[in-house]
């Protein structure tokens, strides 16, 4: 017999019966489907049931549900296209959504550990926790159930595959975006690493012209990486036309009365001339002995004179 269900279980149960629109009779399999094995782990002896039985039948059910609609839509399709649309359809980050968009990180029974490690968000436990959910949806309802609970989610990437985008992964989705409308590339970082080495979950956000336009959790960077991508393809197909293009800068004419720019001065290199040779010196020739002056001529005959008369 399973266990009573507590008060703020019964409340739990609820308001997840509220969010998938279903009366989700079994409330002890409802209660499963949002408990997470490290609850169980706290919780030993008291009865308690994790939520990967569930998340197993989920999966084949969801698996069905999409395989039916891609058989029907895509006749022409061979196995191997098939195959790899529903992995497409069905990925953890598509099914991490699905349960973000019914708040279910709220709702999970999570351990202490688990708790401190931001496990209400990581992609990888929202995604197990879907999954659980579709179960309980079946085994409450059947496939019109999920059918009802699933449907919505799922258009875009219906209306996506149809047009022959949904095998291409987001990470290539939004670098034709960035490039076609912004002409600018996307770049990815870590923000953070969570868990032991043998198993870590890496949270990486991806920014466009310095905005933050997502963030993906994933047991291996790329993973990360895609999550990332696929929100930032989500918030840039939601945005206003006006808000995509970058307009280009409009060029500036002159205006009619405006002066001429003056023309750019062209500085010419001075080349120094080669000094002009010296010239040569001529040789001088011996000077002529000058001839005595008539001064000194006179002086010499009056002394003559004065001797002859003595």
Known sequence: MAPELSV?????????????????ADRATALVAVTH????????????????????LG??????????Y?????????????????AAVVDEPGLAA????????????????????????K?????????????AVFLDGGLAAVHRLIDPFL???????????????????????????????????????VGPDHSKTFEIEVELRGEVLGRGAGRSKKDAEQGAARVA???????????????????VEPAPDAEPAPEPVVEVPVVEEPPAPKPKRRATKPAKPRPASDSAAGKTRKTRKAKARR
């Open 8 to 24: 703020e279980d019964r409340e739990r149960v609820a308001r997840l019966a509220e969010r998938v629109r279903a009366p989700l």
């Open 37 to 56: 094995k490290s609850w169980v782990n706290e919780h030993r002896g008291e009865g308690a049931e994790d939520n990967e039985r569930l998340e197993f």
């Open 59 to 68: 999966d084949a059910v969801i698996d069905l549900l999409v395989s039916e």
């Open 70 to 86: 891609l058989m029907s839509h895509f006749p022409l399709a061979r196995e191997g296209d098939l195959s790899k649309l529903r």
């Open 98 to 121: 699905m349960g973000r968009a019914l708040q279910l990180g709220e709702l999970l029974r999570l351990g202490r550990g688990e708790e401190l490690t931001g496990g209400r968000e």
């Open 123 to 135: 992609a990888s436990v929202v995604a197990d926790a879907m999954e659980a959910v579709i179960a």
């Open 155 to 193: 258009e875009e990437v219906y209306a996506r595959a149809a047009s022959g985008t949904l095998d291409r992964d987001f990470k290539t989705q939004l670098q034709e975006q960035a490039q076609a409308r912004f002409r600018s590339s996307p770049r990815y970082r870590v923000v953070a690493e």
């Open 233 to 251: 393809v989500e918030a840039l197909a939601a945005r206003p036309p006006e808000t995509e293009a970058v307009a280009p800068a409009p060029e």
